[in-house]
């Protein structure tokens, strides 16, 4: 229910003579939460003579900055901006699979899998499994062991969807939790010697040595992490074989996808990474889960590339969120116990602290990262000739952008190699008051946040 504060805010911005720029500056973030604030002007500059053609300043926009959309790719932080995000994640995975944005059409005819690396067990949690449409009991067990904490290890409801309890261990005190973390630290590195691994394999067993497949052919590959409710990452990927020209040549015939997945299993089952023994935990050797999914994508049937595409652009604006943990870093000052977070997270968040207080994991910077449970890459990574760029996409949109705002005259039209563009910007602030926020949603037609983490005037 909007507060009396909210509402005065929104009908003092109804009144305001420049509200239907206000308006137009919103409509033009497309809905974004919390806008980005800036100060500051644009000159175009005649190169050969000097003379000013045109200059833009924010000091006659409403509270005299300009507000454009914060990008962000978190769905939970803002739904337009992550939207948008996954828009073009979904374009530039799809263009990898079936031509289009720079890459030919001739690339349908390259084998191509979509592969699943999963985590490994770090004890046992609450589930949820169907079958033939029937929901399964969660860990039915006849003649179940106690555990050492005095827990029954079994449990036979049937969990729906939603229920909180999915992905919490049975017995928190028996559940691994440095383990789960270092996992997550250590997964950037696993997916990269995978990488190097899938190629040395695919050389193996073609009889060529690594500079010699390089000559023959290139390996590139699209990917998305995902958290599981438990709070590890594992990785989806679109893994594909191409020329030594990328995806503008055709790969050797010789170059199968069968050939390709017995190289993927070979190699997500050799890979590990060690993490020498700290104080208070044992050395560990942490490798790829054994539930490894090697599937291969066509232009027809279950599997196509669009859904592919769609599946890791998905995720593509998703985090931590899953696990009940919180979208921000933790900070030094916070209270570990008063944070709006599960119990199980408040666990791994814990234990990243504990274990990155460690001289010996400092590389690892679980403090940094305790708020994504230890993980700290990328969450959608590709190789470079996989396909067309993220880059790319934002470039072709910002031309369009200046071609319509040429179109309607809110920018003259100059010829760009006769024109000097100066821009000065400065941040001026973050968000949104409660009455602009209300007022944004009505006019964008998105919904309201739970919770504004940020909202701030830049005038006040």
């Not at 050969?48 to 300009?66: D, F, I, W």
Request: glycine share 8%.
């Amino acid at each position: 229910m909007p507060t009396t504060h909210a509402m005065a805010g929104l009908i003092a911005r109804l009144h305001d003579p420049q509200y239907a720029r206000w308006a137009s500056q919103i409509r033009r973030t497309g809905g974004c939460r919390q806008p980005i604030h800036l100060r500051g002007k644009v000159e175009h500059i005649d190169r050969a003579t000097g003379e000013l053609l045109h200059r833009y300043s924010t000091h006659l926009e409403p509270n005299g900055v300009l507000r454009v959309a914060c990008k962000t790719r978190r769905a939970s932080r803002c739904p337009s901006c992550a939207e948008t995000y996954r828009a073009d994640t979904y374009q530039l995975v799809r263009a990898g699979l079936v031509g289009g944005k720079g890459v030919p059409e001739t690339v349908t005819a390259h084998p191509c899998l979509f592969v699943t690396l999963t985590a490994p067990s770090f004890g046992v949690v609450h589930t949820r499994a169907e079958k033939n449409g029937k929901i399964l009991p969660c860990h039915a067990r006849r003649n179940a062991e106690t555990c050492p904490h005095g827990v029954v290890m079994s449990c036979t409801a049937r969990h729906g969807a939603n229920e909180s309890c999915l992905g919490e261990p049975l017995c928190p005190d028996c559940y691994d939790y440095a383990g789960s973390v270092l996992f997550n630290a250590t997964a950037p590195e696993l997916w990269r010697r995978f990488t190097e691994a899938l190629r040395r394999r695919f050389a193996r067993t073609s009889g060529l040595t690594l500079k010699e497949l390089r000559e023959q052919l290139a390996i590139s590959f699209a990917k998305v992490a995902e958290y599981q409710r438990r709070g590890v990452v594992h990785f989806h990927a679109v893994i594909r074989l191409d020329g030594p020209d990328g995806p503008t040549s055709p790969p050797p015939a010789w170059a199968t996808a069968d050939a390709l997945a017995d190289a993927v299993r070979h190699a997500a089952s050799a890979v590990t990474v060690t993490i020498p023994a700290v104080a208070g935990e044992p050395s560990r050797i942490l490798r790829w889960g054994g539930q490894l999914d090697v599937r291969e994508i066509t232009m027809s049937g279950e599997l196509t590339e669009q859904a592919v595409a769609a599946y890791i652009a998905k995720y593509a604006t998703k985090a931590a969120e899953c696990v009940g943990t919180l979208d921000r870093r933790i900070q030094l000052l916070d209270n570990l116990s008063a944070l709006p977070v599960r119990e199980h997270a408040r666990r791994l968040i814990a234990e990243c602290l504990r274990l990155g207080s460690l001289d010996e994991l400092a590389d690892l910077r679980l403090i940094q990262w305790a708020h994504m449970l230890g993980f700290r890459g990328h969450f959608s990574t590709k190789s470079r000739r996989y396909s067309t760029t993220l880059g790319a996409l934002r470039a072709a949109r910002a031309d369009h952008m200046r071609d319509e705002q040429i179109t309607t005259g809110r920018l003259p039209l100059f010829e760009e190699d006769t024109v000097l563009v100066i821009g000065h910007w400065e941040y001026a602030g973050q968000g949104l008051s409660a009455g602009d926020a209300l007022l944004a949603a009505a006019l964008t037609g998105t919904p309201l946040p739970t919770a504004h983490p940020r909202m701030e005037d830049s005038d006040g």
